[in-house]
């Protein structure tokens, strides 16, 4: 079974500053893949970045990186230079190779002017 | 240009009635998926599929059924077994897991509103 848990449901940063957000995720399969979308007023989906559980490296994204830690099975989001379009829920998740893709219960982050 | 559709965009329906939720996808993806979204539960599974012709359960399935009769096509029947169908839907695709090294997130639709009157 996967399961995704965002234990944050709802936070706030101040426009420039730095925000992490917390996963946490179980999956028994050995390759699987993690994401992080974002999902603005619009309510559509956008992808934020991937991991792939196979590399060790943290993946980047401009502005966006992650702190992926396998053996405690976590996958935090860091925010740096936050901007008030990144006010916005964002989703945890997690996809094996059975194509299963399982999303956490998000959490609201609120961009401060 | 590829993308993902679902139709319609807001969809009404009376108690103990069927309603068909359209979601189609000209990226050539494999994979299919639908959710349930309601107010703090996050994107919920109900539905997806592998491949043509073939279709899993997700988390919360019952009261749902779904076909993948072509690649392009996934639809959602929400039937009147479903005791509280009031909610956002949103469909989405990828390319198989399996496939090591390429760009393997899910595309998503822009939903579909359904709500019982």
């Known amino acids: 079974a996967q399961t995704v848990t965002q234990s944050q449901p709802e936070m706030s940063v101040q426009e420039a500053e730095t925000v992490t957000l917390s996963c946490t995720y179980d999956t028994s399969e050995s390759n699987y893949y993690l994401f992080w979308y974002k999902q603005p007023p619009s309510r559509q989906m956008i992808l934020v970045i991937r991991?792939?559980?196979?590399?060790?490296q943290n993946a980047t994204e401009n502005r966006f990186s992650v702190n992926f830690q396998k053996a405690a099975k976590s996958f935090s989001l860091k925010i740096s230079d936050s901007q008030l379009g990144d006010t916005a829920m964002y989703f945890c998740?997690?996809?094996?190779?059975?194509?299963?893709?399982?999303f956490g219960t998000g959490t609201l982050l609120a961009v401060q002017p | 240009d590829g993308g993902i559709t679902q139709s319609p965009k807001y969809l009404f329906r009376k108690e103990g009635q069927n309603v068909t939720l359209s979601c189609e996808q000209n990226?050539?993806?494999?994979?299919m998926y639908w959710y349930r979204q309601d107010p703090g539960q996050g994107l919920r599974l109900i539905y997806y599929s592998q491949i043509v012709n073939d279709f899993q359960k997700g988390d919360i399935a019952e009261g749902y059924s779904v076909s993948r009769e072509k690649k392009e096509s996934f639809p959602l029947t929400v039937t009147s077994a479903q005791k509280n169908p009031t909610a956002f839907y949103l469909c989405?695709?990828?390319?198989?897991?399996?496939?090591?090294?390429?760009?393997?997130?899910?595309?998503f639709g822009q939903g579909t509103r359904l709500t019982v009157v």
């Open positions: 989405a695709s990828s390319i198989p897991g399996q496939e090591i090294g390429r760009n393997t997130e899910a595309f």
């Open positions: 990226l050539n993806h494999d994979a």
């Open positions: 991991q792939e559980a196979y590399k060790q």
């Open positions: 998740a997690v996809r094996g190779a059975t194509n299963k893709l399982i």
